[in-house]
């Protein structure tokens, strides 16, 4: 699985719609101060269903739409695809490509779609966990989280090698139906 390419409209710095394409290998992003390198992390984590404003870098998710500019006026929605090639099959969906949106207007009104089909943030954690891919993944990570991760307790520590191995999806089944 790799990623493809992301598609970006209304996010952050982002007015204009953007489309960057990936080739596998080592893609490096480079740019002056305050250009835009780390919101382009920011689109990733966001479209696979981050919560946290905060982690975000924001006070609200509103904060994630366009706020405007001297020569821009503000939008009135974010819009985030990102397609992954899923030739492989690690996610566990019968498509060679699987394409993840996710919509948020100043309303506060959001939706997400998967493959182009409405459907709900549950369904797009449940197919990505243990894929490495998620907001929480270990294939996203940023400055700041090396030293969360050395400095984490054992415990913590511990479910992100277990997420790397693939066990936490049994785990959270274990769990849940212990609680039933
Ligand atoms: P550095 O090298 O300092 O890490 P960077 O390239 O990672 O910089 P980012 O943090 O990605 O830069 O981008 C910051 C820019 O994004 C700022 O100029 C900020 O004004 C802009 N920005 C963030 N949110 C919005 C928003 N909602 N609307 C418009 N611009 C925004
Ligand atoms: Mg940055």
């Known amino acids: 699985m790799f990623l493809k390419r992301l598609e ?8 204009e719609r953007i489309g960057i394409d990936f080739v596998p290998g080592v893609t490096a992003v480079v740019g002056p101060n305050g250009s835009g390198k780390s919101n382009v992390t920011d689109a990733i984590r966001w479209v696979l269903g981050e919560q946290s404003a905060k982690s975000l870098r924001g006070a609200k998710m509103e904060d994630v739409i366009f706020a405007g500019s001297e020569s821009r006026r503000a939008l009135n929605f974010a819009e985030v695809t990102l397609v992954l090639d899923n030739t492989d099959e690690q996610v566990a969906i019968p498509y060679t490509e699987v394409s993840v949106t996710r919509r948020v207007y100043r309303s506060g009104e959001s939706e997400y779609l998967l493959n182009n089909q409405q459907c709900r943030l ?3 954690t449940d197919l990505f966990m243990d894929s490495g891919l998620g907001k929480e993944a270990f294939s996203i990570i940023s400055q700041g989280r090396v030293d969360e991760i050395l400095n984490s307790r054992p415990d913590d520590r511990r479910s992100i090698f277990e997420e790397a191995a693939g066990v936490l999806k049994y ?4 769990k849940k139906a212990e609680h039933k």
Do not use: E, P, T, Y
């Open 8 to 15: 970006v409209v209304g996010f952050k710095s982002f007015a």
């Open 122 to 124: 549950k369904d797009i």
């Open 171 to 174: 785990k959270l089944r274990k």
